[in-house]
């Protein structure tokens, strides 16, 4: 029984690879979600041929970020799975419904004629939604805390539910649909272009609302938040994430008016990137907020060690044949689609 | 009402319903990216067309077969968490990595990979092509390989030990890995796959060839498929009487549930058919063959086979369940060996292509592949129970602190969605089997596009208006 224990902290790796892989699915699959937030909005059909076209050969292999993450947990965490999984059962089950109309839109929209076309439009629009607001509505319960009695939880059914959540749920849709914008000024040409352009500089006030009412309120709600960001001389190491943020906004809000096509995709990510790195300075470290922290809900490290082995062998690979499928698929979506 | 419902009972019928439904997609596409592989091998060996076209054509049916696999699919990496958190929280220690594993070598794989066999015809050379198909073919049986790793040793327990905490440990790595009952697990679900495919495909075959329909391409798939049952089907059989041994050895339990013996007895009967009394601890109705279960099980006509008895009453499983499915299993199996042997007979007098009656049979056959993938999981998992971990954690100990009532409102939802979504998509599925492989059809029909490029534009066509 090998084990990495005694010249690795395997805990913070796999604290830091779990949020890695998280993090790159809200990126991958919060540009697919928000194509599906904005679909019905589209100017013809044409173009919600060209959204779709555009992310059909990868939403798969974004999807399975959250598979990774999830499983990874499970694997290196396996504490924190079995406490937050009952503890958001509703908005978990609520997401993974919403993902499965997402998901089966995808092959039968192409494949259903006329009339029926239309249900899986909205199968694809409704079932984004419905999972990126749940998304929201999970990490605004988060940061909130979850109750937890020794190694279980042991709070009510709709304790995720309240005024907070369903803010921070609305919160993220705006921001899959900054990112899917975005995507689509980048992917696509011609009225969709124009249109996404259109959208994005819309939802982008939204986004900065929102973000800012976050990073208000998780001082104002947690002392501990507070002192970290707001005592001397944090405040000063940790002042460039609200500068930068606020300049990213600017920058794509000019670039948008521009015509700029790559650059606002890759600035929303920094964005995204932004509010990632400040929840994670103002939940460190806990892993359930509050409760338990990484280190507490770590697998034993004979376990860390085996699948960080995979991981060191199979993640740069993945890495690589995933960007070699982007690669493969770059250019403008076309709209060819129809029977 | 529902708060009266036994939240242990709802949890084990909510995840029975979704795995059940999962493991139907991957049972086919398991068999249908292996056949893919191999129709494209055949394309690129001979630059016969018929095997290009016959290959779009199940593509498509691929495309949507996997994309409802992998959306049932993610509900199960959730499952475990949701509805056997205690379970998730003490084994995972041990479960957690080899799941870990199944997702870094296999699901990103055949997930990336996947777009390149659907999308990449105009983009990647034929041979690029071929390895994408090789590779997503590859990524099946490595998720099989992981998957079913992590059930057999729920089945089948070894390299670990339980400490004070009350968590597992791993103790052994290859033990854990390589348990007792995998490698016959895993050899006999594969083998499943392919012949549930093959059946599949058959059906399809004889449905065309008895309608007069796409000829060359109906005696390709009936062809094909008729090999796997003549080779594959008699070798399922073995395989899975050796799967059977190897319960016997570690699950004797399952293995008398299976056979609904009450009584240890030398030379027991093989029950052909009866009726399981769980309460009355016996099997009513029995139709039984003298000595027949000692031969099977032991290889002596006068061995002796442990009855149900021998364990209390709580350490048995529910024996009416686990005794018809495996009836229902090894019964289409038989079906499946004399639609083989009958293929022969008709393939030397030169009549496999155009026998009415046969044609029928094979079409009945279609959905049977299916029927009994899904009696042989109610086997192996009703049959482990009453415990989670055999012998090492009880299935009610494993439960989630979640109420009955969010358990009932989501299963209800579960069999809306699944019955609607999945309904949807036989539906398409059996519109494709009704357009057939299109001789005219460019290859990039997989998404139902006519013209190169798919996805992406990379020069502008004329007079290609943008509305």
Known sequence: MFSFEGFLDLPLIWYGLIGTALFLYVLLDGFD??????FPFAPSDKCRDRMMNSIAPFWDGNETWLVLSGGGLFAAFPLAYAILMPAFYIPVILMLLGLIFRGVAFEFRFKATGRSRRIWDYAFHFGSLAASFMQGMILGAFVRGVEVEGRSFAGGAFDWLNAYSVMTGVAVVFGYAL???TWLVMKTDGITQDWARKCASYVLGYVGLFLGIVSISMPVMNADVRALWFSLPN????LPVPLLTASLFVMIWRDLHRGREVRPFLMSIGVFLMGYIGLGISLWPWLIPFEITFR????????????LVGTAIMLPLVLTYTAFCYYLFRGKASHESAY | MIESLDPVLLARIQFAFTISFHIVFPAFTIGLASWLAVLEWRWLATGNPVYAEVYRMWVKIFAV????GVVSGVVMSFQFGTNWSVFSDKVGNVLGPLLGYEVLTAFFLEASFLGVMLFGWNRVSPRMHFTATLIVAGGTLVSAFWILSADSWMQTPTGFRVAEDGLFYPTNWLEVIFNPSFAYRFVHMVTAAYLTTAFVVGGIGAFYLWRGLHVKHARVMFGMAMIMAVSVAPLQLLLGDRHGLNTLEHQPAKVSAMEGLWETQEGAPL???GWPDQEGETTRYALEIPKLSSLILTHDLDGEVKGLKEWPGDERPPVAWVFWSFRVMVGIGMLMILTGLAAIG??????LFDTRWFQYLCMAMTPTGFVAVLAGWFVTEIGRQPYIVYGAMRTEEAVSPVMGTSIALSLAAFILTYGFVFGAGSYYILRLIGKGPDAEEAPYGAHGVKDPPLVTRLVSKEGDQDV
């Open chain 1, 179 to 181: 990112l899917g914008a």
């Open chain 1, 33 to 38: 979600l928000g194509l599906g937030i904005l």
């Open chain 2, 65 to 68: 077969t996997f994309g409802m």
């Open chain 2, 346 to 351: 008709l393939f030397l007098r030169k009549r």
């Open chain 2, 271 to 273: 029950l052909l058919f």
């Open chain 1, 235 to 238: 405040l000063f190491y940790l």
């Open chain 1, 296 to 307: 507490h809900a770590a697998a034993t490290p004979t376990s860390q060690s085996l699948l």
